[in-house]
């Protein structure tokens, strides 16, 4: 049974716990009132005796989110990193460095109605799935028990860009492929420029080329790998 303490204006409670014999009471603080303290205590009283050793150390959700992706995300492109980067400022410029365990399912939303409130579902999407990832392993960690993402209504108010917004026309397709042709002689990323335009090849698959995938003699060149970005 957990006792209460009142310790200045709050409260406190104190839970037996012995490990390998020794006494480790469990203890936190700072809640406003008993009522507080004992709902608290009662809620880690319950995961004991389920088995479930309470993570009360806090676990600010900047490090831990940037301790995560840089140990499950190694092997990603340059690209991706950067879009992991971005989640992360997102977090913190929301969140700060504010503990795993005091978030509620209530402040989530109230962050992504916040960040999607300029911008485009799509962005809204990618970012919500990095957290959720994340905070999926730390509940696996057992670092929080309850998973604050889940169910979360995605909002966004930046309409997503029409197909025809996402790559040149005829006529700029034309203008562009004329001012290329006057500047091959500047360096090889015109002769790349060319090469895209002139052959619809991503630019991954452009700078995976080399001397070999050219052949001169039947005017062909050779698509077979990528290079990661």
């Not at 509620?104 to 579902?121: E, L, P, V």
Request: proline share 3%; hydrophobic share 35%.
């Amino acid at each position: 049974m957990a006792s209460i303490q009142k310790r200045g204006k709050t409260y406190q409670y104190t839970i037996s716990h012995t490990v390998n014999g020794k006494p480790k009471p469990i203890r936190k603080g700072g809640f406003r009132t008993k009522k507080e303290a004992q709902i608290a205590a009662a809620e880690i009283e319950s995961q004991m005796n389920k088995g479930i050793l309470p993570h009360l150390t806090p676990v600010p959700i900047d490090q831990y989110f940037d301790r995560w992706f840089k140990l499950y995300k190694t092997n990603i492109s340059v690209t991706t990193r950067k879009h992991y980067e971005y989640t992360s400022n997102a977090i913190k410029e929301y969140f700060g460095s504010k503990p795993l365990q005091e978030i509620t399912k209530h402040d989530y939303q109230m962050f992504i109605n916040q960040f999607g409130s300029n911008k485009a579902k799509e962005t809204v999407e990618k970012v919500n799935t990095h957290i959720r990832a994340c905070i999926k392993d730390a509940v696996d960690e057992q670092i929080i028990h309850r998973d604050f993402t889940r169910n979360a209504v995605i909002t966004w108010t930046v309409p997503a860009k029409k197909s025809a917004e996402k790559h040149l026309g005829y006529k700029e397709s034309e203008l562009l492929l004329k001012e290329i042709w006057k500047k091959l002689d500047k360096g090889l990323g015109y002769s790349l420029l060319l090469l895209g335009l002139t052959s619809g090849m991503r630019f991954g698959e452009m700078v995976g080329l080399t001397r070999k995938d050219f052949n001169f003699e039947s005017n062909t060149v050779t698509i077979n790998k990528t290079w990661a970005i």
